[in-house]
């Protein structure tokens, strides 16, 4: 065992005597990292441009850029028809709404308004989400006119001025708004809303295969410099060689991912000091698993070239199949072929720990079905390791 | 009578059907300098992978400082000393890193793998670049680094595999010397080379292999005598002799 965290450590030395793959294996969490804020580091809400072309000079659609411009996400550009017939031909805008000159005019006479969207094909999918917008804030303006038109009408030759008449129903209308009679509740199913929530469990379990691909790599290093055969001729076991080795790939991808995860809990808050902990529990396992499954590879692997090419294909189907980035339907085959992918064990205990809320408690069969394969993993790895072909 | 250090037993070896070693028995005496001579395909390396605890053989017995090779390879591997023919090194640490690292793995404790570390380092005129990265060393400095790690954990046999391949005479002497130097504290030592000089200035004994077989094993200047006068001919012109002049892979 002493020789065993010998080798470990000679791995630690080597690591940081090769000065790109230290710059590479700790900045790499710092630029996905980055990448993570700069993705989802905002509101993570819709955001849009209105662009209007406003040939109306009255209050009315002052009143509904106003509304617009008062919601959260959504700003305003106006321009001139002729530059939004120019934008709308070049394709650098989708839709623009057009408020005619008379709009104002019409709406205080009682008439019939009418806004016009002009649009490049479909206007777009944020085109046509500002449209709904759009269409909702005319709807509420509308059925103001309506309610202050109909009680003007009934309230005709009592004398009350019109402008306490429009006070009172607007401030009546306000008060339904504030307090509607028909409310629409959201009610969160699986935990948070947040994207990066649902995202940073698979852009953790992209970090930690990362040592499978380190120990795959393992063993041939050993053999290309000519110190596997060497050290075989010390002291030292093959049990205890890989043991050492595995060790240090686990502790490498964890450190890596350990990094991810404080950024992420110092930046985004996604934890509570609770969930980090367990987070790092399962980032532990799932390292440890990972790189088991890796000293297989790095066992049977002759070339550096075929320790690569099995590790990328072994990543390859955990993260196809690992419900990484893409859910796979819960009673398709390729559900029942993704059992097979630590990914899933791995990707459900950081959803059930980051985006469910849950406890480790939760994942203690994820934990178990990982720490088997760290476990089975190393023991066949080494079972099956030849040092030269023939040797035992 | 010398004491045998050494003992092979009718040694067999196959991959498939290649009988890479077939019936191999000679003995080592404590103290000597063993030289096994073939060429390329002979069997050299498997004997010596055999040997040294890498490979399991077929059949037959290797006995070395008392201990079964097949029965106890652990307490084979504390009493040996190995130095591969390609360089076995880390580029990225130092000498003196290097030569600690793998007497960790003979088994010492920090302190005194250190002390012999620079020792050894010392007898290989390398003290002065303990430090520096084997890495950026010169082929001959690295080669000597290669035999001064094989020294840790003063094993009492010694392996050495083409231990000059590719070097210059200043280092190649130097090489020698030292070996000279460790067979007189008592080391016994297999060198093999593909340098028939080399063999016929250290070796006590030399046993050349051909088709898995050790097919001639005595002094060099009998091994001479079997072909003619022992002051005109060489190794060179035994080795031929007994292997032929057909190109081997």
Known sequence: MKRALFITLNEVRLYLQDKGDLAFGLLLPVLTFALMYGAFGGETMFKATANIVNEDSGVYSQQLIEKLDSIDGISIDVMTAADADIKLERSDILLALFIPADFSETLSSGGKAELVFKQRGNGGLEGQILAGIIRSIAGEIDQEFQALHRVEGNLEGNDIPQSDIELTVRSLLEEERQQPSLGVAEEVVGGSTEFINQYLPGIITMYVLFALSLSAQAIVEERRRGTLERLLTTRLSAGELFFGKFISITARGFIQTLILLILSYAVFRLFTPVSFLACLVISFVFAAAAAALGMIIAAISRTEEAANWIAVVVTMFMVMMGNTFFQVGEDSVLATIGKFSLNTYANKAYTTIIAQEGALGDVWLQLVILAGVAVAGLFISRMIFRAVPGSK | ?249
């Open chain 2, 1 to 249: 009578m010398a004491e045998e250090f050494m003992v092979v037993k009718d040694l067999y070896k196959s991959f498939k059907d290649l009988k890479a070693v077939n019936g191999v028995s000679f003995s080592i005496y404590k103290g000597e300098i063993f030289g096994l001579l073939g060429p390329n395909g002979a069997g050299k390396t498997t004997t010596i992978r055999m040997l040294s605890t890498v490979l399991e053989a077929d059949k037959g017995e290797i006995i070395i400082g008392g201990h079964s090779v097949k029965k106890d390879a652990e307490a084979v591997r504390s009493i040996i000393g190995v130095c591969p023919q390609d360089l076995a090194l880390y580029e990225d640490l130092s000498a003196l890193d290097n030569m600690v690292f793998f007497g960790r793995m003979a088994g010492m404790e920090g302190k005194e793998a250190k002390a012999q570390a620079m020792e050894n380092l010392k007898l290989m005129g390398l003290e002065g670049r303990a430090k520096g990265k084997v890495g950026k060393f010169s082929g001959g400095m690295k080669r000597r680094i290669n035999l001064a790690i094989a020294l840790m954990g003063s094993p009492q046999l010694l392996f050495l595999d083409e231990p000059t391949v590719g070097i210059d005479p200043q280092s190649r002497n130097h090489i020698f010397e030292n070996i000279q130097g460790l067979q007189k504290k008592g080391l016994t030592i297999l060198y093999t080379t593909h340098y028939m000089e080399e063999a016929d200035r250290l070796c006590n004994r030399i046993a050349i292999m051909d088709g898995g077989q050790i097919i001639a094993l005595d002094t060099s200047y009998n091994l001479k005598k079997q072909i003619g006068s022992p002051e005109k001919v060489t190794l060179e012109d035994v080795f031929l002799k007994l292997t032929g002049r057909s190109l081997r892979d």
